[in-house]
């Protein structure tokens, strides 16, 4: 093990003493109250931080390895998160607010039954490891380059470590550690700006221009992945739920919204740092098969060990603070939602104790994903997001916009988004890259996700054209723009497959057909059905946001 291993290692157990000892003490201070959502006591910094940790961490470690790799139009990785963030806080804050939302799997139960909401919960229940394991594995390759500490003991380790926390306090101690990872991160970010001045300067980037310019474009990661990037996040949008979580923590809507705002204003350095550092290490240590690995190698050389071990203590607090809202919110899928779900009188002291057995099941799911696999962070996040986006993406739209839509049909989704995402991931070898007719498997999910909603809702249920003017003009609309969509989609489909943008367009096809059948359908029953319609004016007040 090198010096700055030994200095990483001390840090790190620091730092992780610091996280226990005061997530407990914050959490005593509190009373213990408010698991799930903290007693919606959240200041807007509060908010901002514990949003920053999750969403700028994450991305922080995807900018570095795109960086290094594909030089400054890493920046568009970035911007995608920003716009997920932003329109979160303007569309979904104040409307889920008002419901007084904690997970997507609730917005599902509570508008689809409890046979949809247990079907949801264990999906995403089982996902969220996912999601942790992928961002872990990213931060222990690097690790493995100064410490000599297998990946699988490193991602085990920090498994535990989050139990440890997150058990005892809940979303009070979520708030705890992203905060204290937002502060870690930013020490990251000073010495990340030190080792880019030490070496290569500005002098190495110039020399890097001439010999490489590619790198100081801002198309150079190609234009179909930056459209895959900024569709990844949008629509994630009504999906993000430890999002939601965290800004249904907050005293009041505008609150939540506003800890949303300062936390795009706090990412916009990291995004910034991210790409300074990974194209500083793409310059001084080119070629590296994994980039982070690379980027130890750089920072170890550049700066003193104590330095280097901040750095990389501040890579492990971007992993915590993506990997704790996800293993937490998580758990209160499978615990609180399922458990629900099947015992619907349970009390709330009940629920606090599924999710707390919830989240020592994620920590095992954690780990054994990680022993089958441990080298590839993009194939869990593949997966995760292809299983979770696939089979929840079309019943949580429902149950914002579509009173008409049925349980049967979110049922249906449900089973028929994950199957056909999951069969299609099949089809592709399960490889991270390469897909089945160079087809995102996510892409076939929702396809098959939005159209057995519509499909057994129409069939299903007795509906009419709405009467009214105006929803008819914009469904008229949306019908000829996804006509349009189509069409184009079939004469530049050689050019759609060369760019891999082929799923997308069929994709964009399906969600325009769901949002015609939202705008130009009615109820046509006599008397309303529960689960399954309501009266016009609660239509017209449901679909006033389209």
């Known amino acids: 093990m090198t010096v700055v291993g030994i200095w990483t290692l001390g840090l790190a157990l620091a730092y992780t003493a610091w996280l226990i000892i005061g997530s407990r003490y914050v959490v005593a201070r509190s009373g213990g109250r408010g698991f799930f959502v903290s007693g919606r006591t959240f200041s807007p910094l509060t908010v901002a931080f514990c949003i920053t940790g999750l969403f700028s961490g994450s991305s922080y470690i995807a900018i570095v390895e795109l960086s290094y790799r594909t030089g400054i139009s890493a920046i568009w990785y970035g911007v995608a998160e920003t716009v997920q963030v932003l329109l979160i806080a303007l569309l979904l804050v104040k409307p889920l607010r008002k419901k007084l939302v904690v997970t997507v799997t609730g917005i599902i139960g509570d508008r689809f039954g409890r046979g949809a909401q247990a079907i949801g919960s264990v999906i995403t229940g089982i996902t969220f490891p996912m999601y942790s394991v992928a961002t872990s594995i990213a931060f222990a390759s690097a690790l493995f380059a100064v410490t000599d500490i297998e990946l699988w003991r490193c991602i085990t380790l920090t498994a535990i470590i989050l139990l440890v926390f997150l058990t005892f306090g809940g979303m009070r101690s979520v708030a705890f550690s992203q905060t204290m990872n937002v502060f870690m991160i930013f020490a990251m970010f000073v010495v990340g700006i030190w080792a880019f001045f030490v070496s290569p300067g500005v002098s190495g980037i110039q ?68 790409i300074i550092v990974g194209v500083a290490a793409a310059t001084v240590v080119p070629d590296a098969a994994l980039p982070l690995v690379g980027i130890a190698e750089y920072i170890s050389t550049a700066l003193p060990s104590w330095a280097a071990a901040v750095f990389f203590v501040g890579l492990w607090a971007c992993a915590l603070g993506w990997a704790g809202p996800c293993q937490f919110s998580g758990a209160t899928s499978l615990g609180r939602d399922l458990g629900s779900a099947l015992r619907p009188h349970a009390t709330q ?18 780990v054994l994903f990680t022993l089958l696999r441990a080298e590839e962070s993009a194939w869990w996040n593949v997966m995760a997001w292809t299983l979770r986006n696939g089979a929840t993406f079309a019943p949580v739209l429902a149950a914002f916009f579509w009173p008409l839509a049925t349980r049967p049909a979110a049922l249906t989704a449900l089973l028929a988004g994950f199957g056909a995402g999951l069969g299609w991931y099949a089809l592709s070898g399960f490889s991270a890259t390469d ?54 989609s079939f004469v530049y489909l050689d050019i759609l497959n060369a760019y891999g943008l082929t799923g997308l367009a069929l994709f964009l096809v399906a969600l325009g057909v769901f949002a015609a059948a939202v705008l130009l359908t009615d109820s046509n029953d006599s008397a309303d059905t529960p689960g399954e319609s309501v009266s016009s004016q609660k239509e017209a007040e449901a679909l006033r946001v389209l």
């Open 349 to 366: 002291a009940e629920l606090v104790r599924y999710t707390r057995i919830a989240l020592i099941g994620l920590t095992a799911l954690m």
């Open 207 to 274: 020399s890097l221009a001439e010999d490489q310019p590619q790198m100081f474009e801002v198309s150079n990661a190609g234009v179909s992945l930056i459209v895959v990037w900024f569709g990844t996040f949008i629509v994630n949008v009504p999906l993000a739920q430890a999002a939601f979580q965290m800004s249904m923590s907050a005293r009041n809507p505008e609150d939540g919204q506003k800890g949303l705002f300062l936390a795009a204003i706090i990412g916009a350095p990291l995004i910034l740092l991210g």
């Open 435 to 488: 897909f089945y007719l160079d087809t995102h498997p996510v892409w076939v999910g929702m396809i098959a996700n939005l159209g057995g909603i519509v499909l057994v809702t129409l069939v299903q249920t007795r509906w009419k054209v709405t009467r009214s003017a105006e929803r008819r003009g914009r469904g008229g609309f949306a019908l000829a723009a996804t006509i349009s969509v189509g069409v184009m």
